[in-house]
């Protein structure tokens, strides 16, 4: 590499945010394999993830329950963990953008609640529906999310011709407290035992999960990723207004139905595997903002980062903080992200003070 190129890599702040994040999610990934109640050493996890990976593996005598508590247990936790937040944070970073609105995350405009409620539908009358089997959950609880979605856009073009932000944010409010009613009613109506395991749901959480979950995200993760990425450039222009994008060519309706696609794809997705996980696509893309800048190019793949290593970090409180019980980890982002986007807030509203003084 030419000593120019060396020198712009070190002085550019960019290039060192990618690195950081991406050690980070390796280190916080490494960290939730690490530390549990029973203590496996690093080279022995490294081994049991390399041999059952690519086959490669360099220890011998292996004890069989360390591999199982390392490759059956920890690892698709911590993966899911990673896929979750990632998402969260993705679809957040997204709709900040869109709607120009450091307030709005994946429950803005009600797609969370109905992913929830066809999650919760699925959980509650153990419906399966034939050929999707084990998909069943993620498919209904994302095709409820899209209902949602309509149902918000059918009350904007009700209000109003144009799908205004306002107008967005609104309906989705009205939408979202629609759907915890019928959320609350569906509990209400079930027996003691159903009722913990859906509440415990709700709460959200990625433990007793295997294999089998991270494959049932994987899949819708991947989808929504591409969509999102792929419209960095929309959503700057979108970021500067409707009026502004339309200016310089962009389709204004049709790119927010994509990028509203996009999102509500991860956020049914992550809803479907790990229950309901508040901040996470509030607080995580402000902060990434806050040091990149508005540019998209850059706010969506770091959020994405980001938020999976957070996701990682705040599971990894849920399990030891007051081991060997668990706590959701919606209990933990909340106590996290709330007093974080509070001084967030704090400070800005600072800030626009001494601007305008």
């Known amino acids: 590499m030419p000593s120019s190129s060396i020198r712009k890599f070190l002085t550019n702040k960019i290039y060192w945010l990618y690195f950081l ?54 690892l698709p936790r911590v993966l899911l963990a990673l896929c979750v937040g990632s998402s969260l944070a993705l679809a957040g970073a997204a709709f900040q953008g869109l709607l120009r609105n450091p307030l709005a995350d994946p429950y803005t405009i009600g797609v969370s609640s109905g992913a929830a409620l066809g999650a919760v539908f699925v959980l509650f009358f153990q419906v399966t529906i034939v050929g999707l089997g084990s998909f069943t959950l993620p498919v209904v609880a994302i095709f409820s999310g899209f209902i949602s979605l309509l149902v918000v856009f059918g009350l904007v073009r009700l209000s109003s011709r144009s799908l205004a932000v306002e107008t967005i944010i609104l309906a989705g409010i009205i939408v979202g407290a629609f759907i915890s009613s019928g959320i609350s009613l569906i509990i209400s109506l079930g027996d003691q035992d159903s009722m913990s395991q859906i509440i415990y749901w709700l709460y959200g959480s990625v433990a007793m999960r295997g294999w089998g979950h991270v494959q049932l995200i994987i899949p819708f993760m991947l989808v929504g990723t591409f969509i999102l990425l792929i419209h960095y450039r929309e959503l700057n222009a979108l970021s500067l207004g409707e009026d502004a994008a339309d ?27 790990s229950g309901s996980i508040g901040f996470v696509g509030l607080v995580i893309p402000h902060l990434v903002r806050l040091v990149t800048g508005p540019n998209h190019r850059h706010v969506l793949p770091l959020s994405f980062l980001m938020g999976g290593a957070f996701l990682i970090l705040a599971d990894l409180l849920t399990r030891t903080i007051i081991a060997p019980s668990e706590l959701p980890i919606g209990v933990i982002t909340g106590l996290i992200g709330a007093p974080v986007f509070a001084i967030l807030l704090m400070k800005e509203k600072v800030s626009e003070k001494e601007i305008a003084s």
């Open 21 to 74: 994040s991406i050690s980070l999610v390796f280190g916080s990934i490494l960290l939730g394999l690490l530390e549990s109640s029973v203590e496996i050493s690093v080279p022995t996890i490294l081994h049991i993830v390399s041999e059952n990976m690519f086959h490669i593996g360099w220890l011998d005598d292996v004890p069989k329950n360390e591999e199982m508590i390392i490759w059956n247990i920890r």
């Open 247 to 273: 200016h310089i060519g962009v389709n204004v309706r049709r790119k927010k139905i994509y990028i509203l696609v996009g999102a509500s794809l991860l956020t049914g997705a992550a809803v479907a595997v």
